[in-house]
Structure formats: C-alpha cells, structure tokens
C-alpha cells in the first residue's frame, strides 16, 4: 500500500510555501499526498499581501471527509489562519485519533504578514498541542508559545522545555533566527526521563522561502514512511541541510525556493539518529 501523508494549510499560489511545498515534498519521499486549504494568501517570491482565511466549517466538512475515506500515516498542520478554524482542526483530529501529527505553528510570515490571530495561538495552545506528535516552531514562533524572550542556545532548550510542557511528545526549536552557528534543539518526552539532540547546521548564502514547511513535511512524510520519531527528524534536518545547499532554485524576483531532486529508499535505521546529550 503507498503510504499517504496529509497537509492542511494555507495556498501560497508562488508554491514556496503552503500545501503545494508540502505536497511536493510528500512526493519527494515517495509518499501520497492529500491537502486541505485552510486560507488563500496573495503572495509572490516577494512577500505576502493579503490572507484570505476559508469558512472554518468548509475547513471542518474538508477534512472529516479526507479523514473518513482514507488512512494517513502522518498529519502535517502549518497555516490555520483563525481561531475558529484551529477549534474546528483541533475537534476534528482528536475525534479521529489522528497518529503522528507535526504542527509547524505558522504565526507570522517573513513579511510580517499575519498568519495566525491571537485567538488561534491560544486554542493552539489549549487544544492543538497536546494532540501533537512533535511542534516544530521557530525561535519567534517558540517566544510566544513558551512566552519567554529567546536569546541564547540556553534560552531554546528552556523555551522546548516549557513547551513540552503544554503537551506534545516533542519539539524541535529551529535556532536559525539566532547568531551565531545555527542549532536546532530536539526535545522528546519519555516515561524515564526527557531525551535532548542538537542538530547544528549552517548558515547558508541567501533567503530561501518554505523552509519551516519543507522540513516539518519532510518530518511528517518520514513518519508515515514507518521512521520512529528522532530517525524522522533526524533525516528530515540533513535532508533539508543537503536541499539548501544543492537544491534550491530562483523561480521569481524575490527569494529562492526548495526544488529538490526525489529521494531513494529511506533507511529507517536508528543508527542514523544523533547522540543524546
């Protein structure tokens, strides 16, 4: 049976970021990939200049239809839009029981345009993240959901901390916002005791749009693959550090975009994991 991958998110008509990002990285691993819109945006490479957020009850009837017809391995929330329609995604996925959801917590584009209202990062908040198998914020997505200033690699582990606190089995804080040498900070629930990994990257000439997007549906099209948790994340980062460096490609006057090449067979072998800290 070829494995199927859901996206529910905003368009991004330039196709940098949103369901056509997400849906073509699905692809990528050899995954079937389903979407559901939850808001049309006016964007180009450039930037966003208008979001048009859809009815939360067609985002409600979308999904439950999906939902109903077929069996996804993973489940991959970006932009939400509105609080309305997190309550609607929210009440929907728990009633299903949904198994590996990956919220990428879409609040503010690059822009400054916003992608998410107060209300829904509170419902986000109280709702969303406990049914989450990993979140995968930012370092400014992390401020507001662990409501601390981040700083400093010290200030992401303490910021992971208090947001595995409001419920998800793990976090990955991506410390690209940070100067320095970039260091993304895994966190992962487990009944003996947390585990923490660092993945450190680095800094890569230019801005490339729909990274947050590639690497949380990179996540989520592992998972359905079969991969455990820390091999997921594990591969979906150096599969994303490999992509800006060889396969990124400028499709408009504004930033570059993830175009890569399809993956091979995907070995999801433990030995490819990081060394706890």
């Given amino acids: 049976m070829v494995p199927k991958a859901l996206t529910v998110a905003g368009f991004d008509p330039s196709g940098g970021a949103g369901i056509l990002a997400d849906v073509r990285t699905f692809n990528r691993y050899g995954v079937y990939g389903a979407a559901v819109i939850t808001a049309l945006t006016s964007q ?64 503010r584009a690059t822009s400054g345009a916003v992608l998410l209202n107060e209300e829904g990062v509170k419902v986000m908040v109280e709702k969303l993240l406990p049914l989450a198998t990993i979140v995968t914020p930012n370092v400014p997505e992390a401020e507001l959901l662990a409501g601390m200033e981040i700083k400093s690699p010290g200030d992401v582990e303490e910021a992971a901390r208090r947001i595995l606190d409001l419920g998800p089995e793990a976090v990955l804080v991506k410390g690209g916002h940070l100067k320095g040498e970039p260091i993304d900070f895994l966190r992962v629930r487990r009944p003996d005791g947390d585990r923490a990994y660092r993945f450190i990257g680095e800094r890569i000439e230019g801005d490339v749009h729909g990274t947050g997007c590639v690497l949380a549906s990179s996540i989520a099209a592992l998972l359905s693959l079969g991969c455990d948790l820390i091999t997921a994340v594990s591969l979906a980062v150096s599969d994303v550090k490999e992509a800006l460096r060889k396969g990124t490609i400028k499709v408009g006057k504004g930033r570059a975009v993830i175009f890569a090449a399809h993956k091979g067979d995907v070995p999801c072998r433990r030995e490819t994991s990081p060394t706890p800290l």
């Avoid at 309550?87 to 990428?104: K, M, Q």
């Fill in 44 to 107: 180009d490479t450039r930037s966003v200049y208008a979001v048009h957020p859809l009815p939360a009850g067609r985002v409600k009837r979308d999904l439950e239809l999906l939902l109903s017809d077929m069996d996804f391995g993973a489940v991959k929330l970006g932009m939400l839009a509105t609080g309305e329609i997190v309550e609607a995604v929210s009440h929907i996925l728990a009633g299903y029981g949904v198994r590996n959801l990956v919220i990428d917590p879409v609040i």
